[in-house]
């Protein structure tokens, strides 16, 4: 038999692909140099494939007008101007359900932004509760919009009551009891000091705390009703309270100025016990917000936070400090805290003044800004995030609107990106909520045009405008420092008619006049490509997508020659 030489097998060499994706990487404070994405984020699929993926796009939803201070569910607030004033209404989608009482003194714009909860108050009711630091207010479409005074600050009467002596029970003469409290407290001739309502019984009928010292006809009562504890010392018009409302036990929970936990009876977001207060005073910063992460309370305060627990204890507050979870990390501002699907995430600060971002699942405490993310943080002053999930990610945008910066994290890919929307050189939105009826969906309230905006991924413009999406791979040298040629570059995305991805590269560091013209790659074709690409030494690029049409790009292969053409 024929000894036949055989040759080795061939081995197919893989074209080189673009590092495509590089986390934020800023040399210094500047969010425009380096590799980052801008109207993107990252998905990592089952096959381990990375890719990059536009964002969704936006419709008008309602137009109410105004500037947006705050949405939950299908409800949203809108300050109007009215008579040198900032006035509140309260639209239910897009129609007008309620408005509060114009606030002064006037602003340039309206500052005050709002808190919500749903609080429960019965076994199958509820009401929103809701405040913006200053007042507090409870919503339902049972008893409509009511306005809930501080202690010791509004009184009812002097009324007629039928007082029997060493007895509790009150029976009003005329009338109703429409507009008590429980807890007010009550004086007049037959009542002992420091009596209060223990309950309201009907439309007539009062259980008083303590048996009245006299009876046998008609006494003249006064009521100082109860509430939430107002600040000491300074007038009720100042503010009085951090950001945030929650609820524990079907209890109502609001954080006070001056670091006060105060506590509603179960089922009673309207009935405020006195006794029902606890202070946040392991460290002397100030209060900031109020959360919940599980069962526990969480209290952000300026460069410590504390945790809570309901351990039923009466009288008095049921709240008992967790001094083992105490965190030396703050909050920098109150409406950057965001709560989805049982994460807690907000822009952090520290006694030693560094910002960053950090996220609580489950009461463990994460940071997630980089290096990079902390350097852009030290030059914006965040004032407020939004939070909401669509395409299958949940996404973290916080906001400083004077920096015209909005940084992007996706909660679900664990990676940071730049945002921007509406001709804005960042993200204008102050609020999101989830509506799962029709017209629902993710809606996003506009910081100061009266709008309201559905995000869906089956839009692929912002109204009317495109969605430019900005892809900058870290800086390119195929791990050869020598001269090489680019004969061509084909992009691995999904194939759409009337698609463009544009591509402009820099051999200069990314100085900003030896940026190249934009060439085009077709994706409407199964390969896109381009040609004789030149020389470099290391080369920036910079992939832009802006046509009408989603975008989600695979990779960038390369056919590169070592040397100059």
């Known amino acids: 038999m024929a000894n036949y030489t055989r040759d080795p097998p061939k081995e197919v060499s893989l074209p080189l692909r673009l590092p495509l994706v590089g986390l934020p990487n800023q040399r210094a404070a500047s969010p425009s140099e380096d590799s980052r994405l801008v109207n993107a984020y990252v998905e990592l699929g089952q096959d ?112 007629s009551y039928n007082l029997v002596e060493d007895d509790t029970l009150i029976v009003k003469a005329s009338g109703t009891t429409a507009g008590l409290l429980k807890y007010s407290a009550i004086s007049g001739t037959g009542i002992a000091d420091g009596t209060l309502i223990e309950s309201i019984d009907s439309t007539t009928d009062i259980t008083m705390s303590l048996p009245a010292t006299a009876g046998g006809g008609l006494s003249a009562l006064t009521f100082t009703l109860s509430g939430p504890p107002a600040r000491d010392g300074v007038s009720i018009a100042e503010r009085q309270l951090a950001g945030g409302v929650t609820d524990l036990n079907t209890s109502v929970y609001l954080f006070t100025y001056q670091r006060a936990i105060v506590g509603s009876d179960p089922l009673g977001p309207r009935a405020w016990d006195p006794l029902n207060i606890i202070y946040a005073y392991a460290e002397e910063d100030e209060a900031v917000y109020v959360a919940k992460n599980l069962s526990y309370l969480v209290a952000f305060k300026e460069t410590t936070t504390e945790f809570f627990r309901d351990v039923g204890v009466s009288p008095g507050s049921p709240l008992e400090r967790l001094e083992g979870l105490r965190l030396a990390i703050g909050c920098y501002q109150w409406r950057t805290v965001q709560d989805i699907d049982g994460y807690l995430l907000w822009c952090s600060f520290t006694a030693s003044g560094l910002k960053s971002v950090h996220i609580m699942f489950q009461t463990k ?13 030290e030059q914006m002053t965040p004032l407020y995030a939004v939070a909401f999930s669509i395409s299958g990610h949940s996404f973290y945008v916080l906001t400083d609107p004077t920096a015209g910066i909005s940084l992007c994290y996706d909660i679900t890919s664990k990676f940071w990106s730049y945002w921007n929307a509406l001709g804005s050189t960042y993200f204008p939105f102050v609020s999101a909520s989830y509506v799962a009826s029709d017209g629902g969906g993710t809606r996003l309230q506009h910081e100061s045009n009266g709008k309201i905006y559905l995000m869906s991924p089956d839009d692929v413009l912002d109204v009317a405008e ?83 049409t989603a975008c989600r790009l695979t990779s960038v292969e390369l056919d590169l020659l070592p040397g100059t053409l």
């Open 365 to 377: 405490t994460e940071e997630i800004a980089t290096p990079a993310i902390r350097r852009v943080l």
């Open 48 to 159: 381990e494939v990375i890719r990059i993926v536009k964002r969704p796009g936006l419709t008008e939803l309602y137009d109410n007008g105004g500037y947006g201070a705050g949405m939950y569910k299908q409800y949203s607030i809108f300050y109007d101007e009215f008579i040198s004033a900032w006035r509140a209404l309260i639209y239910e989608d897009g129609t007008q359900v309620a408005g509060l009482t114009p606030y002064t003194p006037f602003e340039a714009t309206p500052t005050r932004f709002f808190s919500f909860n749903l609080s429960r108050t019965g076994l199958e009711s509820t009401t929103i509760f809701f405040h913006d630091r200053y007042n507090c207010f409870t919503y339902d479409t049972t008893d409509g919009l009511e306005e809930l005074a501080w202690a010791g600050q509004s009184t009812v009467g002097p009324d």
């Open 466 to 548: 495109p969605i430019v999406m900005d892809i900058y791979p870290p800086l390119f040298d195929a791990n050869m420092r020598q001269s090489k040629y680019l004969e061509r570059m084909y992009v691995n995305a999904d194939q759409e008619v009337g698609s463009t991805l544009l591509l402009r590269v820099n051999d200069e560091d990314q100085a900003t006049d030896e940026w190249t013209d934009y060439r085009e790659f077709d994706l409407g074709h199964p390969r896109p490509a381009i040609y004789d690409c030149g020389s470099f030494t290391k080369r920036n690029f910079h992939f832009r997508h802006e046509s009408a």
